[in-house]
């Protein structure tokens, strides 16, 4: 078998008991890997109402085909289990060594349930499987547990993922963070890893990965990598990363200011990229395998900020999360709160989702300093900010209930605030205002696991596409219109689905943002790793199988179709200034060609029985 280790493992924690699983190829040929794998497997083996607390959950860590071969930033991995913060799908992707490492040590895929009976770590290798007590890990901080681990078992061909004190105390907006500094599990992975009393997983790989055919791969790689480098976003992201769109977005209308009470955001360029590459700035770094470095490494080593140390702090979520959402302007303090984020083993967007929430609730007198402790959480307020981000990943004060995620906060507070609260399907959305950017409005209302944006990641309107290719892929050059409806649920859906099949490949999503992610353009290097004749329709619909069953994942858990939508906010109240004042989302339509684009039902939801057919899908456990 070329691309993949062959196996996978699953353990129950309770019991130890484990079971090795060969990898067939018709799992391959339908899911292909990663994303792909890990969704297929949750939907086949997880009931629909499981307590995502609880012992029966699955956590699933998954590698794709291309992890450890020469293809171009294929460093990424895949992690899933039904989360507690939505009760739907949640998951993630991180570049990391760690999914190259887990197939080098002879693991697809590893499958976990039950709860271990005291604090453990996982440590994995080609020699097997062990459960490690770690009692005294447990309490630790994210780096603090890193650095414990790495000394017991070195760095080289070691990758590791592990919680914070977030996820030990369950926190739903956890996560889980590899390496470090990189972190996936949207919807509160990381609190499913502290449930099952799961500190960390250690891999260590000593294996080879075996492609099929090692010169026709050489040669598509270099021509990706050539294309790479005529992309207009290449040059940009390699050299200031991926913060350089946050003030186009901004000027365009689309960045969330201040929970959205607002489009515009004055110090909006105290936060660009000229100000990042100051004395605390140390280098652009990629992803292991990547040729895009599109982060930035900092330390800060003076002043009220010294200490704040990592990777990522100009990443556009970094900057658009604490900067103009929360109301800050200072580049240094956004830099401390994400290292703070990552350090307690938090979700960065759920967590400048939920302090900004609370800081328009502050704002609005729905709450007082009686009500958080006495801190002031005011939009700008930065000690507040820091304040609070410390509450939420200890589980304390009012950090308590902001952890909770804002649909649960609000319902907490009450006073009308779910209408402002930023979710879909109880999943914090990102900082993107949909009002300026409605096509992504609808990508978060559809997205498999609630209010996402890297599920689609529709540049429809962003990437300059040839008429022809928008007629390819939304049926209307006037997809490429901004605020007309036209076009954009064809053009989800298609985005939908090619972004699948590169998260299934585990190559990232940055590098593949444009063309470079059709399958057209990713197929040649799939063959030459497995030796399998895929097609570039069997792509196509492969992505389109992945995105339909996570859709049956999440109706058998209970959604509904009322729930693809968006808070009232975004759907009835214009933006009151900015470059998209006075826009709504036009949703209503947007989401019937959706539907009809998907072969959903627009009563109910549910993919037609022809679709499924024609996909190899059926009901399973409704
Ligand atoms: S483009 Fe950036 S995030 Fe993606 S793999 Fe490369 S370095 Fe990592």
């Not at 799908?89 to 760690?98: D, L, R």
């Not at 703070?340 to 609730?361: H, Q």
């Amino acid at each position: 078998m070329h691309g993949y280790a062959g196996k996978i493992l699953t353990l129950d924690l309770s019991s130890g008991e484990k079971e090795i699983i060969a990898l067939d190829e018709t799992m391959i040929r339908r899911f292909l890997g990663g994303r792909g794998f890990v969704s297929s497997w949750l939907y086949e083996n997880l009931p629909g109402r499981v307590d995502p607390l609880g012992h029966d959950n699955l956590l699933v860590f998954s590698s794709g085909p291309c992890n450890g071969t020469l293809v171009p930033s294929a460093s990424r991995g895949s992690i899933g289990a039904k989360s507690p913060l939505t009760s739907i799908m949640g998951s993630g992707n991180t570049g990391s060594p760690f999914s190259v490492q887990l197939k080098r040590a002879g693991w697809d895929m590893v499958v976990l349930s039950g709860k271990a009976r005291r604090p453990s770590y996982l440590f994995i290798d080609t020699g097997g499987v062990e459960v490690v007590g770690c009692e005294d890990l447990w309490g630790k901080e994210t780096p603090d547990a890193t650095f414990a681990l790495r000394s017991r078992h070195g760095s080289r061909n070691v990758s590791i993922a592990c919680i914070g004190p977030a996820g030990e105390r369950q926190v739903p907006i956890a996560t889980v963070i590899f390496d470090r500094f990189r972190a996936a599990g949207r919807g509160g992975i990381g609190a499913v890893m502290g449930s099952k009393n799961l500190k960390a997983l250690v891999v260590k790989g000593s294996g080879g990965i075996q492609v099929a055919h090692p010169k026709s791969l050489k040669q598509e790689v270099l021509r990706f990598v050539q294309s790479l480098s005529e992309e207009p976003y290449y040059k940009r992201y390699s050299e200031e990363g991926t913060g350089v769109i946050v003030a186009p977005m901004h000027d365009m209308g689309c960045v969330l200011v201040k929970n959205g009470m607002s489009g515009d955001f004055e110090s909006i360029r105290s936060l660009n990229a000229d100000h990042l590459k100051k004395d605390w700035f140390i280098r652009q770094k990629a992803c292991f395998s990547c040729p895009m470095p599109c982060t930035q490494q900092y330390g800060i080593r003076e002043g009220t900020y010294r200490g704040a140390y990592g990777e990522g702090s100009a990443a556009a979520s970094v900057i658009m999360g604490f900067g103009p959402r929360c109301g800050i302007s200072d580049i240094k303090a956004v830099a401390k709160a994400y290292t703070l984020t990552n350090e307690l083993g938090l979700d960065l967007i759920s967590t400048n989702a939920v302090l900004a929430f609370g800081m328009e609730c502050f704002e609005k007198g729905f709450i007082g300093t009686s009500d958080t402790g006495g801190i002031p959480l005011e939009f700008g307020h930065v000690p507040a900010l820091l304040e609070m981000v410390s509450q939420i990943g200890m589980k304390k004060g009012f950090g308590a209930i902001l952890g909770q995620g804002v649909k649960k906060a609000a319902e907490l507070l009450g006073s009308g605030s779910e209408r402002f609260a930023p979710h879909v399907k109880g999943m914090d959305m990102m900082e993107v205002d949909p009002r300026g950017f409605p096509s992504w409005g609808l990508m978060f209302a559809v997205s498999s696991r609630g209010a996402d944006h890297v599920r689609a990641y529709d540049v429809s309107q962003i990437m300059p596409f040839s008429d022809e290719e928008l007629v390819a892929i939304a049926g209307t050059p006037e997809v490429r219109d901004m605020f007309s409806p036209r076009g954009k649920g064809r053009s989800v859906a298609f985005f939908e689905n090619i972004r699948a099949v590169a998260d299934s490949m585990e190559v990232c999503r940055f590098v593949t943002r444009g063309k470079l992610g059709f399958p057209e353009n990713l197929v040649g290097m799939l063959r030459a790793v497995t030796g399998l004749d895929f097609t570039v329709d069997q792509l196509y619909t492969i992505g389109e199988r992945i995105v339909n069953v996570e859709r049956l994942f999440n109706l058998r858990a209970g959604m509904t179709k009322a729930q693809d939508t968006l808070p009232e906010r975004y759907l009835r109240e214009p933006l009151p200034d900015g470059a998209a004042k006075g826009k709504t989302v036009p949703m209503a339509q947007m989401l019937e060609d959706y539907y009809k684009a998907r072969d959903w039902s627009l009563i109910s939801g549910f993919p037609s029985e022809e679709k499924l057919e024609n996909l190899g899908l059926s009901l399973v456990g409704f």
